[in-house]
Each structure stands twice: as structure tokens, then as C-alpha cells.
């Protein structure tokens, strides 16, 4: 039995497995409001995570705003101090990734301690409380459903 023989399903199993990761790994777009509610939900916890975490850290990680980017501008099903909540937290999130970025690229310690995210931590609180209500009361139930593991993600590692 020749290696050459085999090549070409080779080859297909590893293009298969390549591009399974890529799909796994892509954000799909929310179609409908708990989706988008949900997503940002997730967004604002795992902020507030960062918040908690950068505490005890003087290295900061960006804060995410990816769901933000992508649906601030379709919450028109949220009442509109939710909104103002969501839109201020996470323009202030913008301005502390920001930072990050120029702290980053001086290198320098004396720019990381006028970082502070703490001023995050109240309207994370108050974005995740909001967002959870919204959902309690449109959809039943106010955490996220499970993520179920994909084929391949023994492999390359959950979602």
C-alpha cells in the first residue's frame, strides 16, 4: 500500500477538519431579539468577569464588544433606559479598550494605572440585571441556554 494512494483522502479529512474549526469558531448573526439580548448578555458577563478579574491584575485584557457592534443599533425591542444603559457602558468600553491599546503600544506601567476598569463594574451590573429581566419576562427564563459540544470540539477545545 503506497502513502500516494491515500493522499487525496488525506488531504479531505484535513480540509475537513480545517474548515469545521473556522465554522465553529464564526460569530452567526442574531436573527431574533432574545438571541440578541441573550448574546449581549453573555458579552456583559464575561465583561464584568474582566472587571472582577483586572482587580487583582495590572495587565488588562480588552473588554468585549463584538455582540455590541453587531446589534446596538436592532435593540429597539428594549425599553429605552435599558438602551441608554447598554449604549453608555459599552461606549465607555470603547474608550478603556482604547486605552489599552495606547498603554499597550508605549509600553509602559505609568499608562496601565490610569486604566481603571472598576468604573465598569456598576454598569455591567446594571446592563446584566436589565437584559436579564428582559428575557425573564419575554422568553421565561433569564440565563442562557446550554451550548451543546460540536463534533470536533473534542478536539480543538470547547466554544
Given at each position: 500500500?503506497?502513502?500516494?494512494?491515500?493522499?487525496?483522502?488525506?488531504?479531505?479529512?484535513?480540509?475537513?477538519?480545517?474548515?469545521?474549526?473556522?465554522?465553529?469558531?464564526?460569530?452567526?448573526?442574531?436573527?431574533?431579539?432574545?438571541?440578541?439580548?441573550?448574546?449581549?448578555?453573555?458579552?456583559?458577563?464575561?465583561?464584568?468577569?474582566l472587571v472582577e478579574a483586572s482587580a487583582?491584575?495590572?495587565?488588562?485584557?480588552?473588554?468585549?464588544?463584538?455582540?455590541?457592534?453587531?446589534?446596538?443599533?436592532?435593540?429597539?425591542?428594549?425599553?429605552?433606559?435599558?438602551?441608554?444603559?447598554?449604549?453608555?457602558?459599552?461606549?465607555?468600553?470603547?474608550?478603556?479598550?482604547?486605552?489599552?491599546?495606547?498603554?499597550?503600544?508605549?509600553?509602559?506601567?505609568?499608562?496601565?494605572?490610569?486604566?481603571?476598569?472598576?468604573?465598569?463594574?456598576?454598569?455591567?451590573?446594571?446592563?446584566?440585571?436589565?437584559?436579564?429581566?428582559?428575557?425573564?419576562?419575554?422568553?421565561?427564563?433569564?440565563?442562557?441556554?446550554p451550548k451543546y459540544p460540536g463534533i470536533?470540539?473534542?478536539?480543538?477545545?470547547?466554544?
Open positions: 500500500m503506497d502513502f500516494t494512494e491515500n493522499l487525496p483522502l488525506l488531504l479531505g479529512v484535513i480540509a475537513f477538519i480545517i474548515l469545521q474549526f473556522f465554522l465553529s469558531r464564526r460569530h452567526k448573526l442574531e436573527r431574533t431579539s432574545p438571541e440578541i439580548a441573550r448574546s449581549l448578555l453573555s458579552e456583559v458577563k464575561q465583561n464584568l468577569s487583582l491584575k495590572t495587565q488588562f485584557k480588552k473588554f468585549k464588544n463584538a455582540s455590541w457592534k453587531r446589534n446596538g443599533n436592532r435593540l429597539d425591542f428594549l425599553d429605552e433606559s435599558l438602551r441608554t444603559t447598554l449604549s453608555d457602558t459599552f461606549n465607555m468600553v470603547e474608550e478603556f479598550n482604547q486605552q489599552i491599546d495606547i498603554a499597550k503600544k508605549r509600553g509602559s506601567t505609568s499608562y496601565i494605572y490610569d486604566i481603571n476598569p472598576s468604573k465598569l463594574e456598576k454598569p455591567f451590573a446594571n446592563s446584566k440585571e436589565g437584559l436579564e429581566e428582559w428575557l425573564e419576562a419575554n422568553t421565561g427564563r433569564k440565563d442562557l441556554p470536533l470540539d473534542g478536539l480543538f477545545g470547547g466554544r
